[in-house]
């Protein structure tokens, strides 16, 4: 085999990347409690179509076969999250074994072949019993979520070496409580910002608990992380994209690696909250120290003022080339956000837990999935994480999402981001052109 252009180092992690409430379907059985994600995707009008999670891709009884595609594939890691309703039903209190066991199945199934677990404790799936009380709106759900991760532990920390304690406090925050286009669908900017420190708490409290645990694992954290740049070098514009920036990125990297919230966040959420809900010490449990940093990345933004809004707000420029899901392909906002974490904020060693593409991907009369569009995707946002491995950036790990197409949240099963295709009715997998392209990756560990 000739040697690849682009290489990676030895023992660079390739994985693949999934989450419970997507894949797993079963969501009434073996005691699993009901999630936010339970509710909201049975709201009339909230997902696409009506779709749900109740099937998904019957991952709670397919996953032996699941497991063989990966090892099929040569993944080296495997990226899936934990359920915790399916674990702690109700949240806190009893504990289901029958959701500990499919856990405990799963860990032991991937090691078998070969391939290293990284856990996700929570990928969105709050239990809604804990929703009933406040969910991310009440601080109590922090320690709930800390003794979840407490017991997840206790049973899989002997076998799992990488532990993600939240995926995209962003997204549950913000995307859940202020634009509510997610679970649990609230609007309210006060709530949203108060979610923030929550999960961000419960974070911290999380990591506290594993490392109590004995944890020898690595712990880290998932962030999706946006590349934003001003329309222009109008001052508004500046002004706007350094807006942007504060909610999307540095309102999380800040607490994690400086234990502080940024000075522009007092001034720019003081309309809707003084931060009353920050206590002593809180800060300093979140910013704990940790083992790696996961970085899920999809979006760079080209940011203008509002007219609207001048002084809080901004305006996305719509991309010149939009997707099926109307953002721009950047890679190269890959390597600056990989850059700019290693420089700004951390010498951790760093994970690309997430990076993909959505499309209306379909069979040609040859039964092939040709998503060339995907392996063009991959192949430059590898490329850029290999131009910031150069300079240094000590990236130790690469997840395309996702391994099988799956319930894309609001949007259902509209788009497809999958290398696997996964026929809904018939629940057949099929590896698309994407598949057996990033296989080569896996097997060269670069690009020609
Ligand atoms: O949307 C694709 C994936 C999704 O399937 C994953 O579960 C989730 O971790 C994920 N995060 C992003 C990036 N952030 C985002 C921002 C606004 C809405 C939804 C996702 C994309 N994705």
């Known amino acids: 085999m000739p040697e690849p252009s682009v ?30 994600w339970d509710t909201f995707s049975h709201t009339p009008g909230a997902v696409l179509r009506g779709d749900t999670g109740d099937i998904a891709c019957d991952h709670y009884h397919r996953w032996r076969e699941d497991l063989d595609l990966l090892r099929d594939l040569g993944v080296g890691a495997y990226r ?18 029958a959701g500990l066991d499919f856990y405990d199945r799963l860990v032991d ?13 929570y990928h969105w799936d709050l239990p ?4 009933d009380t406040g969910g991310w709106a009440n601080r109590d759900t922090a320690e709930h979520f800390a003794d979840y991760a407490s017991v997840v532990h206790g049973r899989l920390g002997d076998r799992v070496p990488y532990w993600l304690t939240l995926n995209e406090p962003y997204c549950s925050a913000v995307v859940g409580h202020l634009e509510g286009r997610h679970a649990p669908g609230v609007r309210d900017e006060r709530v949203a910002v108060t979610a923030v420190h929550h999960l961000l708490l419960a974070h911290g409290k ?24 001003p329309a222009s070098d ?40 003084d931060f009353g809900f920050v206590r002593d010490g809180d800060l300093q449990l979140i910013a704990a120290p940790l083992d790696f940093f996961g970085v899920n990345y999809y979006e760079r933004h080209h940011v203008a003022a509002d ?62 999935i040709a998503d060339d569009e995907r392996i063009a995707f991959f192949d430059g946002h590898i490329r850029a994480a290999h131009d910031a491995l150069t300079r240094g950036v000590p990236l130790i790990g690469f997840f395309p999402w996702s391994f099988m197409d799956n319930f894309e949240w609001a949007s259902g099963y509209g788009v497809r981001y999958g290398i696997y295709y996964v026929d809904y009715p018939t629940q057949r997998r099929t590896p698309k052109r994407s598949a057996r392209w990033y296989a080569g990756v896996i097997r060269a560990n670069g690009l020609e």
Request: aromatic share 6%; with cysteine.
């Open 109 to 121: 199934g991937l090691l078998e072949r070969g391939i290293t677990p990284m856990l996700t404790l």
């Open 80 to 97: 899936f999250s934990v359920a915790w309703p399916r674990v702690i039903p109700a949240g806190t209190g009893p504990v289901n074994p």
């Open 206 to 229: 999380a990591v506290a608990a594993l490392r109590a645990g004995g944890a020898t694992g690595q712990v880290g954290i998932t962030c999706n992380l946006t590349s934003v740049h």
């Open 7 to 36: 290489r990676f180092p030895d023992g660079f992690l390739w994985g693949a990347a999934t989450a419970a409430y997507q894949i797993e379907g079963a969501v009434a059985e073996d005691g699993r409690g009901s999630s936010i």
């Open 234 to 273: 109008d001052p508004a514009d500046v002004a706007a994209a350094r807006r942007l920036d504060l909610h999307e990125n540095r309102m999380y990297l800040d607490p994690l690696f400086r234990a502080a919230y940024p000075e522009d966040a007092a001034a720019h959420y003081a309309p809707v909250t």
């Open 307 to 368: 007219p609207a809004d001048p002084v809080r707000g901004w305006r996305r420029v719509p991309p010149e080339h939009p997707t099926v899901t109307d953002i721009g392909i950047h890679p190269e906002g890959l390597a600056e956000i990989l850059d700019r974490v290693a420089k700004e904020y951390t010498p951790l060693p760093l994970v690309v837990t997430e990076t993909g593409l959505a499309l209306h991907d379909y069979a040609g009369p040859d039964g092939e």
């Open 128 to 131: 809604q019993a804990l929703q």
